[in-house]
């Protein structure tokens, strides 16, 4: 089977729970790429992350090309990412977070409507809460694309990290030492520079896991919180949004995260963030 010109970016920091799932999903694609990058974010588990990549490397070494990329110190999610995205060498390139995992059509459906559509630069889609004893949601048919905003992004980020794929030549990158909410500027960044953003309107990718109890929780939603206002302000600052634009955007972040306070100081369990079942 001929793959498609897809690099698959793992950014992959304590894992060696979970990846062997995120790279089975990926291997087992009806249509898979052409390599997938794991870049090791110079974890602090006394080599067993690095240890379980190889292993994986071996175990797949007949299905798909596994380039391992260890990183010298800690870079953080995005610059994992980057690191990984320099190393690429493939014209699209699409990111699995290293305890999610994708539906096995993910990537001929939506590099299909890349491929279809050469003017599309980033390309999400709907993504799925697993839990135990949940199936996984069927997935329509024939499935549509939507168009993405640069405006809308600002009140909602409707394109999860594990459902991007972007042609690897579009002229921005994740934010260097930025770890909260990374992926949304860099959307953003895309969309307001005029390139065209669409979502695929079918759940396929999944989340595993979900926030439990309220311990540390607090302190994670307001360095999101902190994120996405950083966010607010690098956009304002190159002139991508207005005063006005920003005064809005960031009374609605404000509002949004209040809301999140008080409904999780209720809730035992707390969804991963703008998952709510099918999104």
């Known amino acids: 089977m001929i793959p498609v010109p897809v690099s698959v970016i793992i950014p992959c920091y304590r894992c060696a729970e979970t990846i062997e799932r995120a790279v089975a999903s990926v291997a087992g694609q009806t249509m898979p790429p052409a390599e997938i990058l794991l870049v090791e974010d110079f974890s602090d588990d006394g080599g067993k992350t690095l240890e379980a990549l190889y292993r994986l490397q071996r175990k797949y070494q007949d299905k798909v090309t596994i380039i391992i990329i260890p990183l010298e110190n800690n870079q953080g999610p995005g610059g994992a990412r ?58 329509a048919k024939p499935q549509s694309l939507s168009a993405i905003s640069a405006n809308s992004l600002l009140f909602k980020n409707t394109i999860q990290t594990s459902t991007a794929m972007l042609k690897r030549d579009v002229p921005f990158r994740f934010k260097a030492g930025k770890r909260y909410i990374e992926d949304l500027l860099l959307w953003q960044q895309i969309a307001y520079s005029g390139l065209r953003v669409a979502r695929v309107e079918s759940p ?76």
């Open 82 to 139: 980057n690191s990984g995205w320099d190393k690429s060498g493939q014209p699209y390139i699409a990111f699995l977070d290293a305890d999610d995992t994708w539906h096995p059509e993910k990537l001929s459906i939506q590099y299909g409507f890349m491929r279809n559509e050469p003017d599309i630069a980033l390309c999400g889609h709907q993504s799925a809460w697993l839990r135990e004893g949940v199936s996984k949601p069927m997935l």
């Open 204 to 279: 396929l990718s999944y989340v595993h896991k979900a926030f439990y109890g309220a311990g540390g929780l607090s302190a994670h939603l307001w360095n999101m919180e902190k994120g996405e206002l950083d966010n607010l302000r690098v956009l304002f600052s190159q002139r991508n949004i207005g005063g006005l634009m920003f005064l809005a955007a960031v009374t609605f972040s404000t509002a949004k995260f209040i809301k999140r306070l008080v409904v999780t100081r209720f809730m035992r369990v707390v969804e991963p963030a703008s998952i709510r079942g099918v999104q």
